[in-house]
C-alpha cells in the first residue's frame, strides 16, 4: 500500500517507522501471517495526529510438495553453518538500506518469460519434509532464459554461489521496497550499480537448492515478505 502526505509528517504501522520520501510518498505492506487488525498512526508537523484502524483479510494457502531436491540443501550440514551466517548476514544488510526514491511506484513486470511454478505463502514439504512456508513467486523456464529487473533501484547485493539461493541479486527500489531474485545460472550486474526497469541482469538456472531451473522472485518492505504476484498487472498472472 502506498500513499502521499505531507512531506513533514511522521508515520508509523504498529511500531514500525514508514519512511516518508521527500514528495509525500509513503509505502508500506503486509507480510504471511500478518495480524488481523494493524494501526497507522500519522503525526503532523503541527503536533497533531490520527491514527487508522487497519484490517487485515483472511487467505488461504495451498501446500506444495518439492521432491527430488539435494538433500545437504535441505538439511544443511554443519559444516556449511559458518558460510550460511555470512550469508544470511549479506541478505539482512542488502535489504537494510531505505534509499529515499520512489522507483517501485510505476509498479512492477514479470522478471522472466515462463510459467508460475511456486507460489507466495505456500507450506512447503521439501523431499517429504515439512519446512517454512514459500516467500516467493517461482517462474519456471529453460535455463540461460534471461532475467529482467521487475523494476528500477540499485543492484544491493550480487552473488553466483550463495549455498541455498544459488546465483542471487537484491535490487533496491527505494523506501525499503527490494526484489530478491534465486537460482540464477548467471549473475550480469555487480553490487552498487544502477538498473532500470526490465533491464537484463542475469539468467535462469537451477543453482542452490532448485529441483529444477527457475527463477524465484521476492518483493520486501524492509523485513516483511510481500506475494510478487499482487504486484503484476492483470494480464501477467
Known sequence: MWGTVSADTKIWLD????????SGVFVFGFGRDAAATMTLRFEYADGSGEEV???????EF??????GLPPK??????????????????????????????????????????????FYGSQRILNGEPRSPHYGLDIAAVTGTPVYAPAGGVVRL????????????????????????????TVTVEEGQRVQKGEPIGTIGATGRASGPHV??????????????????????
Do not use: C, Y
Not at 216 to 237: A, C, F, I, Q, T
Open 158 to 185: 550480487s552473488a553466483p554461489d550463495f549455498l541455498l539461493e544459488g546465483g542471487i541479486i537484491i535490487v533496491d527500489h527505494g523506501l525499503g521496497v527490494t526484489s530478491t531474485l534465486f537460482h540464477l545460472d
Open 216 to 237: 524465484d522472485w521476492r518483493v520486501n518492505w524492509k523485513s516483511v515478505r510481500l506475494d510478487p504476484l499482487l504486484l503484476l498487472e492483470e494480464g501477467e498472472h
Open 53 to 59: 484502524s487497519l484490517q487485515i483479510a483472511d487467505r
Open 73 to 118: 540443501t535441505v538439511t544443511p550440514p554443519p559444516e556449511w553453518r559458518d558460510r550460511r551466517k555470512v550469508e544470511t548476514g549479506r541478505v539482512r544488510s542488502a535489504r537494510s538500506v531505505q534509499m529515499p526514491e520512489t522507483l517501485w511506484i510505476d509498479g512492477f513486470l514479470k522478471p522472466a518469460e515462463g510459467r508460475f511454478s511456486g
Open 15 to 22: 511500531d514500525q517507522p514508514v519512511a516518508v520520501h521527500q
Open 62 to 67: 495451498d501446500i506444495e510438495r518439492v521432491n
